[in-house]
C-alpha cells in the first residue's frame, strides 16, 4: 500500500480559519473521544467505520485527517478508508499528542462544537434564565407559566420537569404559540444541561414573541441539584396545529435573513449536489413522523434542535455547505439561522410544493461492500451452542447487549479484536452476530484471519433470534471488551453523582475561556 500522508497541526489549523473543507476524523471510540479532543474533531470509530462513513462524508474527495491517540487504530481507518474511495486521506502528525505539543486546544465531552457555541450565546446575548428554586416557586403557586423541554421526546420521558411540555427545539416558534396564546404569560425552557435551554430561549427571544422568556437554568441538571423531584415517562407533546403559522413564518424569515442565510430553488440545489469540488448536505429538520409520511428525495431526516445540538455528528465535513428543508417556513429558517452563526454555508430550499414531497419511509443506508460470509439460521447457532468449542461474538452496543443478548455470547468491540480473542474460552468455531448482524458481517474476515477458524454469520443477528422467540439473557456477563463505546453523558439518566453534575456544569461555564484560546471557531453571534 502506498505510505501514508501527514498533516500537522498549523496546516489543519490554517484550513479551519480559512473555511476550507475538512473532516477531522477520530477513530477512537466515543469514550475515549470525549476525555480529549481538538473542537471539530468528529468522532467516527473505526470499530463501525462501514456503516458512518458514507453518510457523514458524502463526497469521497473530501480531505481527510484521522488520528487516535497512538492505539494503531488510525493507520487501519486510514487504509479502509481507501478502500471505500476516499482519495485524500492523511494522518495527523503525532496523533493527538502532536496536536497538544504543537499548541492546539484539547476539548471535552461530545457535541463540543454546540455546546460551546451556546455558551457564547449566553454570554454575548446574556440569555435570562431562572433558577430551579424560582421555577419550582412559579409552579407551586400556579402562576401562568408554560414550562417546554427543548430535548428530543425520548429524552423527556426519561425524565422531565414537573408540568412541563415536550417542544423540540426546532419546534418552539412553531409551536408556541398554540401552547402560550397570553402574551403575559412566561415561558421557560429548559433541556437537561444548558445548550438547548440557551438555544431555545435565545429562538423565541429572536423571533420577537411577545411573552416574558427564559431558561431554566442549568435544566434537570440544576433542579437535582437543588433537591426537587423529577417526572417520569410523561406523554405531553406538542399540539400538531401550529396556531399564528402565518406570523411564526415572518419571524422565523426575519432572523434568517438577520443571519445571512442564502435561498435557494430546486435548479440551484441540484447544480450544487452535481460539484465534485464541494460537499452539499440536504437535511429535513422536521420531525421524524413527517419526514417518514413525505420527504424531498435525497435528504436526510435531522430535525432542527438536534441538527444545532449535534452538529458535528450530521454535518462532520467541517466548511460544507448544508442547505435544509421543511414544509412550513419556520423550521428550516430558524436552525439555519443558528447554524450560520456557527459558521456554515447554509441555505434554505424554498419553492418547494406537496408533490416534492414524494419519497416516503427511511431511505436505505449506502454503505461499502459487504465481504461474504457463510450464513447459519438460529436454529443451527442454537444447536452449534450445544457442541464444546462454540465461541459466540457479538458486536452490538454494549447498551444493547446488557439489555438482552443471546445465552453464551460474549460481547467484543470489534476493533478491539486481538486483544478480546486472548481473553476468550479456546474455540472450534466463531459465530458472529450483532443487532442486525449488519456490522458483524463486516468483523468474519477479520475474526478469520486471526484466529485461523471457521467463521460464520447468524443470518438476521439477534433480531431473527429474537423474532423466533428464542431465550435471551441480560446483565453484564461475559464483556470482553471496556465499555467504552458509548460516553455516559452527566445529564442523562436519574442515577448520576451530584459530582458529576456538579463538574459538568463547571466545565460548560469555562468553554467560552477554551474558544478563546482555540481561535478556529469561526463563530459570530448576532
Known amino acids: ?28 471510540e466515543e469514550a475515549e473521544f470525549a476525555a480529549s479532543h481538538p473542537l471539530f474533531a468528529v468522532n467516527i470509530p473505526l470499530s463501525k467505520l462501514e456503516l458512518e ?3 457523514r462524508i458524502p463526497r469521497r474527495t473530501t480531505p481527510i485527517v484521522v488520528y487516535d491517540a497512538g492505539e494503531g487504530l488510525a493507520e ?13 486521506v492523511a494522518l495527523l502528525s ?17 457535541n463540543t462544537p454546540s455546546k460551546a457555541f451556546g455558551e457564547l450565546v449566553e454570554n454575548r446575548r446574556n440569555t435570562p434564565s431562572l433558577t430551579a428554586e424560582q421555577v419550582k416557586a412559579l409552579i407551586d403557586r400556579h402562576a401562568d407559566v408554560v414550562i417546554v423541554d427543548a430535548r428530543r421526546f425520548d429524552e423527556y420521558q426519561t425524565m422531565s420537569i414537573p408540568t412541563s411540555t415536550s417542544v423540540p427545539g426546532a419546534e418552539l416558534v412553531l409551536r408556541i404559540h398554540a401552547l402560550a396564546p397570553n402574551p403575559d404569560t412566561q415561558v421557560i425552557v429548559n433541556c437537561a444541561g444548558r445548550t438547548r435551554s440557551i438555544i431555545g430561549t435565545q429562538s423565541l427571544i429572536n423571533a420577537g414573541i411577545p411573552n416574558p422568556v427564559a431558561a431554566l437554568r ?6 437535582g441539584l437543588a433537591g426537587f423531584a423529577l417526572e417520569h415517562q410523561q406523554q405531553r407533546r406538542y399540539p400538531d396545529s401550529a396556531d399564528n403559522l402565518a406570523q411564526a413564518r415572518q419571524q422565523a424569515r426575519r432572523v434568517a435573513d438577520e443571519a445571512g442565510v442564502r435561498r435557494i430553488d430546486r435548479e440551484t ?3 450544487w449536489q452535481r460539484d465534485t469540488a464541494r460537499t452539499t448536505y440536504l437535511f429535513d429538520v422536521r420531525n421524524p413522523e413527517a419526514y417518514r409520511a413525505g420527504h424531498v428525495a435525497g435528504s436526510h431526516s435531522t430535525p432542527g434542535g438536534q441538527l444545532v445540538q449535534e452538529t458535528d455528528h450530521y454535518a462532520s465535513v467541517r466548511g460544507a455547505r448544508v442547505v435544509l428543508v421543511d414544509d412550513d417556513g419556520v423550521r428550516a429558517n430558524m436552525s439555519a439561522s443558528w447554524l450560520a452563526q456557527m459558521g456554515w454555508e447554509v441555505a434554505v430550499l424554498d419553492g418547494l410544493t406537496a408533490d416534492d414531497f414524494s419519497e416516503r419511509g427511511d431511505p436505505a443506508a449506502v454503505l461499502p461492500p459487504a465481504p461474504p460470509a457463510d450464513e447459519i439460521t438460529p436454529a443451527q447457532l442454537a444447536e452449534l451452542l450445544e457442541q464444546p468449542g462454540t465461541v459466540l461474538l457479538d458486536f452490538t452496543t454494549s447498551a444493547n447487549y446488557v439489555a438482552r443478548h443471546i445465552p453464551g455470547a460474549h460481547w467484543v468491540i470489534r476493533s478491539r479484536l486481538p486483544l478480546a480473542l486472548e481473553n476468550l474460552p479456546p474455540a472450534e468455531r466463531y459465530v458472529l452476530t450483532c443487532g442486525s448482524s449488519l456490522l458483524a458481517r463486516y468483523a468474519v474476515p477479520e475474526v478469520a484471519v486471526l484466529t485461523g ?8 443477528g439477534t433480531q431473527a433470534w429474537i423474532a423466533e422467540d428464542r431465550p435471551l439473557v441480560s446483565g453484564e456477563d461475559r464483556l470482553i471488551s471496556p465499555r467504552i463505546d458509548r460516553y455516559r453523558r452527566p445529564y442523562e439518566g436519574t442515577d448520576n453523582p451530584r459530582e458529576a453534575m456538579q463538574a459538568y456544569l463547571d466545565w460548560e461555564f469555562g468553554l467560552v475561556a477554551q474558544l478563546e484560546r482555540d481561535a478556529t471557531h469561526g463563530f459570530n453571534v448576532l
Open 1 to 28: 500500500m502506498t505510505a501514508f500522508v501527514y498533516r500537522d497541526f498549523p496546516t489543519l489549523r490554517a484550513a479551519l480559519v480559512a473555511g476550507q473543507e475538512l473532516a477531522l476524523i477520530d477513530v477512537r
Open 53 to 55: 462513513i458514507y453518510r
Open 76 to 88: 487501519q481507518a486510514a487504509g479502509r478508508l481507501r478502500q471505500f474511495g476516499y482519495d485524500d
Open 94 to 110: 503525532g496523533g493527538l499528542a502532536g496536536w497538544r505539543a504543537a499548541g492546539g486546544e484539547i476539548f471535552q465531552d461530545v
Open 218 to 223: 442549568n435544566g434537570t441538571i440544576g433542579w
Open 269 to 271: 440545489l441540484a447544480l
Open 453 to 460: 477458524k471457521p467463521v460464520r454469520l447468524l443470518a438476521g
